[in-house]
DNA sequence: TTGATTGATACTCTCGAAGTATGAGTGACC
DNA sequence: GGTCACTCATACTTCGAGAGTATCAATCAA
């Protein structure tokens, strides 16, 4: 009946995770013994089964699954809570504007330049992670592709382009100008089929970190990889040995500003407008690659 | 830099709200040092100070205002995840409808009619709680007057129509067919003015909790109160000593099925869509008092 | 059958949160 | 202006929840 406390919440959703109570204990940085006791304590709290153990194996009930969904949302909370305390306390206030490196494009300079109502701070994350810092407070505001369906956050679309792939200009398949997925059949293609949009998923734990666009156009040259990229990354990114063709059947990506429903910022409104105004003037200096959306 | 519990949260928002480290530390059930001290604590924690003492005074800081804010959305999260985690287990998976008594406008029934697809469980409480309850999990969907601007909720308009003033049937003033707020000056109005749509404060702490309308018909009819209440309301209560005479100047109320914004219920959008049809419905037999809204 | 893996139990210990008693600063009132 | 009432902070003590260690028990694989 007494309330839940956060380490509770942080270790359920560490072994709801893990589906181990070691690895999820040493993920915690304790001990398995206390990890389990807790995690009996939380489901006598709740009247609840959480998990189904045998001793070899651990699955989430039905009410776990739908505490795991609920639990992050509150960690998220609270973890905002106390970020934005935080930042409450300091006079000069930056506007954190969460962005994924080399994906603004182009945009990120002119909207910067174009917003000078308050100063900006800049937080430069993998794609996956920008949703998550909107939530829990170390973003104010995201530039991000829309891949999304979030009602805890509020967006506002500045750019739909194609989708293209980048190919070593050698490559017989540059002589196309635009191509299909079919063609690509058998290449080696990044993350999946490459079909998705915005990347929202955390990469595979044991992935090489392909950090930036640099290291991508180096495998992309060597014929070692293909990758796929907004039309706007393209643009922004011409290089001597690759080729960006258009990919007829890739749903065209979004690029838009996303902050959370409940802000009530006036920094934050006044980004968002910059950023819309800031689109549309690329959009008219560029007509015939660019095509806005109110 | 480590992460907040929920008790601290709890302690803070006390704190907040009294502004009274012993009325705070009462409510809680604790010694006021303790209490002190956890607040000291949590300051030194977030590295901010949340409130200003004197040993005469306690105010909130600016990094205080917004914490309590977010430290609400926060407890609010994590008592919303664990209700519907205890919720989940249940296999019988009945849907709570919150709903302040007697204000459903006659079409409480009808929906529950409309709506078979799973069992559902009424909770009654009063207008100021049905948002919380939404938001603490408490319910899936509530039936409530609109005066909400809030994100994290999704609503549907059922009806719209104007507000009306219960009077004694003897009163000079029910000779007329409609009044003005003007006509009414003098006389015992409940909490202030009665121009608020959706009463969606708690009431004033010592006032006479006025339960139901029965209480309030009683008041109305010995002419010690007037009461202002949505057509569809008086509608639903015609009564031989009083008599409803419509406001001009206040505004219409709204009647509106709302639900957590996140919320993917099936059972949930069945019972919004069974109510919208229902309100449609009772729309065309009455086209001469209400008005809907799509 | 045996060994490896993994979660649960028993027991102990420690640190942090709560209580009590008291101090100290501030405003009100005579 | 001195005294009192009020209120928050500090000092010290107590106690229990949570963490650790050692070990058991159950399951699966060979």
Redesign the pocket.
Known sequence: MSDL?T?QLRYFVAVAEEL???RAAERLA?????L??????LERQLGVDLFV????Q?ALTPAGETLLIDARVALDAVAAASQRARRAARPEQSLRLACKADFDGGLLAPILAAYDTTPVELLLTGPWDLVPALHDGRADVALLATAFDDPTLDSEALLTEPRMVALPAADPLAARTTLRLADLTGRRLPNGSGAETGNLAPPPPGSPAMRDLSQIFNLVETGSLLWFLPAWVARQFPRPHIAYRLVEDLPPATLAVAWPAASRSPAVAALVRAAVRVAKDAVADEPHVSQALA
Do not use: N
Request: glycine share 4%.
């Open positions: 406390e380490r181990h109570f070691g304790m001990a398995q013994p206390p389990s006791r807790a995690i009996r304590d153990r045998t001793t070899r651990v």
